[in-house]
């Protein structure tokens, strides 16, 4: 729930922004600052609570440390490449893709009750998905509207 509160937050605070330095909102650039402000939060977080991350993953994946860190960094770099003109419409494609990977993995987590902050099985559960799948919903099209149209 937190990566939705940045989005949001970062989102009415950049329109406020380019209104107060432009004279005028500026929805797309406040769509990718947004985007590219929850992914690097969400980055972080694969370095604070990289235990709890691997736990997140089947177990048929090898080397889970390495892909938390691995798609942590694919997440810096992608907020980094939605500003690049020439890579934004591909970073925001590859985005897209990688919302819907990692949804299974969100969705087992939540499924075995998995905390990732505190590496335990005494997390939310399954209610959570009510909120989880439509924030990826959101992601996407979010990713599709600011990034690629």
Same mark, same amino acid.
Not at 24 to 47: E, Q, R, W
Not at 125 to 137: A, E, H, K, M, V
């Given at each position: 729930? @937190?990566?939705?509160?940045? *989005?949001?937050?970062?989102?009415?605070?950049? $329109?406020?922004?380019?209104? =107060?330095?432009?004279? !005028?909102? %500026?929805?797309?650039?406040?769509? @990718?600052?947004? #985007?590219?402000?929850? #992914? *690097?939060?969400?980055?972080?977080?694969?370095? =604070?609570? !990289?235990? /709890?991350? !691997?736990?997140?993953?089947?177990?048929?994946?090898?080397? @889970? @440390?390495?892909?938390?860190? +691995?798609? /942590?960094?694919?997440?810096?770099?992608? +907020?980094?490449? #939605?500003?690049?003109?020439?890579?934004? &419409?591909?970073?925001?494609? #590859? =985005?897209?893709?990688?919302?819907?990977?990692?949804?299974?993995? $969100?969705? &087992? +987590? $939540?499924?075995?009750?998995?905390?990732?902050?505190?590496? !335990?099985? %005494?997390?939310?559960?399954? $209610?959570?998905?009510?909120? &989880?799948?439509?924030?990826?919903?959101?992601?996407?099209?979010?990713?599709?509207?600011? +990034?690629?149209?």
């Amino acid at each position: 729930m @937190k990566p939705f509160f940045v *989005l949001i937050v970062v989102f009415i605070v950049s $329109n406020f922004s380019t209104l =107060l330095l432009k004279g !005028t909102v %500026d929805y797309f650039f406040s769509g @990718k600052i947004a #985007l590219a402000v929850m #992914l *690097l939060f969400t980055s972080l977080g694969h370095l =604070l609570y !990289t235990e /709890g991350m !691997t736990l997140m993953l089947p177990e048929f994946i090898p080397f @889970k @440390k390495e892909m938390i860190y +691995a798609t /942590g960094l694919l997440e810096a770099l992608a +907020a980094i490449g #939605l500003f690049v003109p020439q890579m934004s &419409r591909i970073t925001g494609i #590859l =985005l897209i893709v990688f919302f819907l990977l990692v949804l299974p993995t $969100n969705i &087992r +987590a $939540n499924l075995k009750h998995i905390n990732y902050e505190t590496a !335990t099985f %005494d997390g939310p559960g399954p $209610n959570y998905l009510w909120f &989880r799948i439509p924030f990826q919903i959101l992601l996407i099209a979010w990713t599709y509207y600011f +990034a690629i149209r």
